[in-house]
């Protein structure tokens, strides 16, 4: 079974991916730099999946994307070749990007450019790439399908098209290359155990961590950003993604690549089906049993009314389309703050 580089494997997503790779025979070297990460995580990924201690089929490097020195200690840090590498390491928040773009263009842009680098000088031409329906902008027509105009609105949006771009060129330079790059609608939930979760620093930027974090007393009431969008209730629309049926697409994409011939594409990761805020709120109460307070405020600047991906590409190029539905990922993102209820510290 293939030997795997994960980037950014102690954060939400890239711990879960650890643990479903782990459980589908691969072996994983991990490097992250825990800017946004939790060592904790992974010790639980390594319990969840039932490693002995000092395990070779889990190798766990702090390191960062930028340092080519770094990533190089990654590929050698194995006897094994590393066959491909799932790329998650990066930062992801919007409003922040629109601080601080510069750092977003290093991270984002740069550590890609430094890790194609270092694949490249250790013969690794595999790899699936994070990005984002951010990409998309204003969307023209629902559901979004991978052809829509990309027009990103922000630069974490643009620093995502960016490296599509970038890995476009490369394949088309160097043919052997294999690539997947993955955008993602909106992922959410947790992992059915309970002991991996979403957990972010600070004030999350999300619905589902922020109406969790109200369920467990962390935070009053929702602030819902605009009770009069051109939807049913009024409350915005977006595609959910269970982040299990994430990872699991992540693994389709890999073997896609793994098992046929060299090529590239580009794949919305999403349902096909919207939620508004009013339905996760509801959903939410339903399965906690937990009041969750909401307060209608203005629109935020970029924001949609509506986010839906078409994922018919993903069914006939992967063989993929999601299986949980909204009761599942509330129920599984309650079920994880309730038994963490301060995320992976135990305060905060
Ligand atoms: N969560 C979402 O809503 C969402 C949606 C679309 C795309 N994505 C993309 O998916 C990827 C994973 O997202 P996530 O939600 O798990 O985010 P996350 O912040 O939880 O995980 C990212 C990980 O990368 C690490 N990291 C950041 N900069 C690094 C660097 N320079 N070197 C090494 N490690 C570094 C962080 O410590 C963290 O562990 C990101 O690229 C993100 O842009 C996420």
């Not at 020195?69 to 390491?89: G, K, T």
């Not at 690794?124 to 105009?149: D, L, Q, W």
Request: charge should be negative; include cysteine.
């Amino acid at each position: 079974m293939a030997q795997l580089l994960i980037t950014g494997g102690a954060g939400f997503i890239g711990s879960h991916a650890c643990l479903s790779f782990l459980e589908s025979g691969y072996s994983l070297v991990v490097i992250d730099n825990y800017s946004n990460g939790s060592i904790e995580a992974l010790k639980r990924v390594t319990q969840l999946a039932s490693l002995e201690k000092g395990s070779k089929r889990l190798k766990l490097l702090s390191g960062d994307i930028c340092n080519i020195s770094d990533l190089d200690s990654a590929f050698n840090s194995v006897d094994e070749r590393i066959d491909a590498v799932i790329h998650f390491a990066g930062l992801k928040a919007v409003g922040e990007s629109i601080e601080i773009p510069l750092k977003y263009w290093e991270v984002n842009v740069g550590g890609t450019l430094c890790l194609l680098e270092a694949m490249k000088r250790n013969n690794c031409r595999t790899i699936v790439f994070s990005s984002s329906a951010t990409v998309y902008g204003y969307p023209k027509e629902i559901p979004i399908s991978e052809s829509a105009p990309i027009e990103p609105i922000n630069p974490y949006g643009s620093t995502k098209a960016a490296v599509e771009n970038i890995l476009f060129d490369l394949a088309k330079s160097e043919p052997g290359w294999r690539i997947a790059s993955l955008r993602y609608f909106n992922p959410v939930g947790a992992h059915p155990s309970g002991f991996l979760g979403e957990d972010p620093n600070g004030v999350p930027n999300n619905l589902f961590p922020l109406i969790s974090q109200i369920g467990v007393g962390r935070r009053s009431q929702l602030e819902v950003f605009g009770a009069n969008w051109p939807t049913p209730d009024g409350s915005a629309i977006r595609d959910y993604i269970h982040v299990m049926d994430l990872v699991e697409g992540h693994r389709a994409a890999l073997e896609v690549l793994i098992d046929q011939e060299p090529q590239s594409f580009v794949v919305n990761l999403g349902s096909g089906k919207g939620h508004s805020v009013l339905e996760v709120v509801n959903a939410f109460e339903t399965v906690s049993g937990k009041k969750c307070p909401c307060n209608f405020v203005g629109r935020r600047l970029g924001d949609v009314a509506c986010s839906i991906a078409d994922a018919r590409l993903a069914k006939e190029l992967l063989g993929w389309e999601t299986k949980r539905n909204l009761m599942d990922m509330s129920y599984d993102s309650w079920n994880w703050q309730k038994i963490n209820p301060f995320g992976y510290k135990t305060n905060k």
